[in-house]
């Protein structure tokens, strides 16, 4: 039985539990429900959460270990390999073999029995998966295809294990419920348990998820800086990764070139978008409003690959032929200047939006004051709105920046992908986030320097943004305005 399907068995079940608990607590009170401690439909979600909760939880616990578990059993099989890399290579050999011979099964071209007489030698086995759309890089061997075999074996064990287990745990959660309806039972204190419980849980995710993704950065960077390096790493002023060895993993050629796009973007998008948010909030009619600010909303939800074909068809060329070639300062449409004009662009509803926002939240009070004091609207704006909006100005340029440090396709349309420190804008440079892509791009070794270097980027651009964090709320918190 798949997930999707066994999950929703669960829910059924659960709902029959829901109908049964209501059925149950009118029959204990004997016709008057007013003798229950709780609703009827208290009691009813009782028997719901006690039947589906349980089950679904054991699902995701299973769907966790599962994996872990089966690898270790099939690893043992491909005794032939030693490095870190081959084996994981074998591995998605196992998994791919594996996954061919289940649809092989499925279409009805092979029979259990068939798949267990399968041998390397006695058929092309790449032919045969092929059928079933599965891609094989090279010749299978026998050993991986033992390895298939009891993944595939051990995983549909595991299969109807868990729908078992998950099956007879509701329905031993429904019978439990059941049993507890009483007219005494404080079904309502139950299910107010479990909402809080749901509302701790969500707000624990969003905490857990950053621990995991600063868990996972910092081990593999560890892995690297123990293969690689540190001082070359922080200190070199070169990038040129080779994968058949003798790199040289330099970080500061990408993070200029980040910080130099990001900050041409921000230097066109912040002083547009914010000059917009003003007019909008303060100068705009209401029909102006109506219509500008949905345009300028739409620029948010245009895809980035649009905005690299933009810059490489139109913006590149443009700037090469009327700015660059003239003054003498480069021949490529692919630069600095490029991707920074059209990341500008693109954050313009980033700041203006959202500033827009926080300037309407200001009070009119303090408008009134200030135009009771004698002032005029820009004076009232300059000395009045903007400082009161300071803190969520701050934020939406702040936004605005992480959104410019993390972008990648303008990037690679927009400004090539040459790692190079030079204070040109119309020369071609690349960012950190591009180089991650790179670096985890294609057939390589994964326990390689060259490969494992994009984590050390990414805890690096964590870092970066951290402190980008850090000063913005001293910023905030320095020159803020204080209102009762």
């Known amino acids: 039985m798949s997930i999707g399907l066994l999950v929703i068995v669960i829910v059924l079940i659960a709902a029959a539990g829901f109908l049964a608990g209501r059925a149950r607590a009118r029959r204990a ?171 701790i849980g969500s707000s624990l995710i969003a905490v857990m998820t950053t621990f995991g993704i600063v868990a996972s950065l910092l081990v593999e960077s560890i892995h690297f800086f123990s293969l690689y390096p540190a001082r070359d790493f922080f200190f070199n002023l070169t990038w040129n990764p080779q994968f058949g060895g003798g790199s040289s993993l330099g970080i500061w050629p990408l993070l200029w070139g980040t910080l130099y796009i990001s900050f041409v973007a921000l230097l066109f998008a912040v002083p547009v978008g914010l000059l917009s948010a003003v007019y909008l909030s303060e100068y705009a009619t209401r029909r102006m409003r109506a219509f500008v600010k949905p345009a300028i909303e739409v620029l948010a939800g245009i895809p980035t690959i649009v905005y690299g074909l933009f810059a490489l068809v139109t913006v590149g060329p443009f700037l090469r032929d009327f700015f660059a070639q003239p003054m003498g300062l480069g021949t490529s449409s692919s630069s600095v200047m490029t991707a920074g004009l059209v990341m500008g662009i693109m954050l313009i509803p980033f700041v203006s939006s959202l500033s827009d926002d926080i300037i309407n939240a200001v009070p009119q009070s303090l408008r009134d004051g200030s135009y009771g004091l004698g002032a005029t609207q820009s004076e009232t704006v300059k000395q009045v709105i903007l400082p009161a909006a300071l803190p969520g100005i701050v934020g939406a340029i702040l936004l605005a920046a992480s959104r410019a440090i993390g972008e990648t396709m303008i990037v690679v349309m927009g400004a090539g992908a040459a790692a190079r420190m030079s204070v040109n804008p119309f020369e071609a440079m690349t960012t950190i986030t591009v180089k991650i892509v790179s670096q985890l791009t294609g057939d390589t070794e994964f326990a390689s320097p060259e490969t494992l270097v994009a984590f050390a980027l990414g805890m690096a651009l964590f870092v970066f943004t951290l402190m980008l964090n850090i000063v913005a709320l001293y910023v905030v918190r320095r020159y803020r305005e204080q209102y009762e």
């Open 29 to 199: 009170s004997e016709g008057d429900t007013r003798a229950l401690h709780s609703l009827v439909g208290f009691h009813g979600q009782a028997v719901f959460l006690f039947t589906a909760v349980p089950a679904l939880l054991l699902i995701a616990v299973w769907l966790l270990v599962q994996p872990a578990v089966i690898a270790e059993r099939v690893t043992g099989l491909l005794a032939s390999e030693r490095s870190e890399g081959a084996l994981n290579l074998a591995l998605g050999d196992v998994h791919r073999v594996a996954a061919g011979l289940d649809r092989l099964v499925a279409q009805g071209d092979l029979s259990e029995a068939a798949v267990a007489g399968l041998s390397v030698e006695g058929t092309d086995l790449r032919r045969t998966l092929g059928t079933a759309g599965v891609a094989v890089a090279g010749r299978v061997r026998g050993e991986v295809l033992t390895a298939a075999r009891e993944y595939r074996r051990l995983t549909h064990l595991s299969a109807r294990a868990m729908t078992i287990a998950a099956i007879a745990l509701a329905l031993a959660g429904l019978g439990f419920s059941l049993a507890r309806i009483t007219v005494e039972f404080r079904a309502r204190n139950v299910s107010e348990r479990f909402v809080l419980m749901l509302f």
